[in-house]
């Protein structure tokens, strides 16, 4: 099992900037793909970026891209979300995710890849 616990959401003004930190327990955290996924009131929940085990591959959703950066600490078993430039539609939970076995370089972006998540963390926007 593996244990995934968001932190780091909050409110902020448009143009802002937060940081979302996802702690993982319960396995060697180098061993998965971590992704960050999100769920905006009434839509789908959608993928954010992801990251790979080493942390030398990373992916972005389109609207998110220049604005957004993931990264990893393995030592500190923690994923980072490093959010710039906030725009009131990137209001929604953000939740991450372990992806553990499968391929990632084919299914970064598909939530049914991922075998574990986290109970998510708020981010509110406002304009």
């Known amino acids: 099992q593996v244990q995934l616990v968001e932190s780091g959401g909050g409110l902020v003004q448009a143009g802002g900037s937060l940081r979302l930190s996802c702690a993982a327990s319960?396995?060697?955290?180098?061993?998965?793909?971590m992704g960050w996924f999100r769920q905006a009131p009434g839509k789908e929940r959608e993928f954010v970026a992801g990251?790979?085990?080493?942390?030398?591959?990373?992916y972005f959703a389109d609207s998110v891209k220049g604005r957004f950066t993931i990264s990893r600490d393995n030592a500190k078993n923690t994923v980072y979300l490093q959010m710039n430039s906030l725009k009131p539609e990137d209001t929604a939970v953000y939740y991450c995710?372990?992806?553990?076995?499968?391929?990632?370089?084919?299914?970064?972006?598909?939530?049914?890849?991922?075998?574990?998540w986290g109970q998510g963390t708020q981010v509110t926007v406002s304009s």
């Open positions: 995710a372990a992806l553990l076995t499968g391929n990632y370089y084919r299914d970064y972006d598909r939530q049914a890849a991922y075998n574990y």
């Open positions: 319960g396995r060697t955290f180098s061993n998965y793909a």
């Open positions: 990251i790979s085990w080493s942390g030398g591959r990373s």
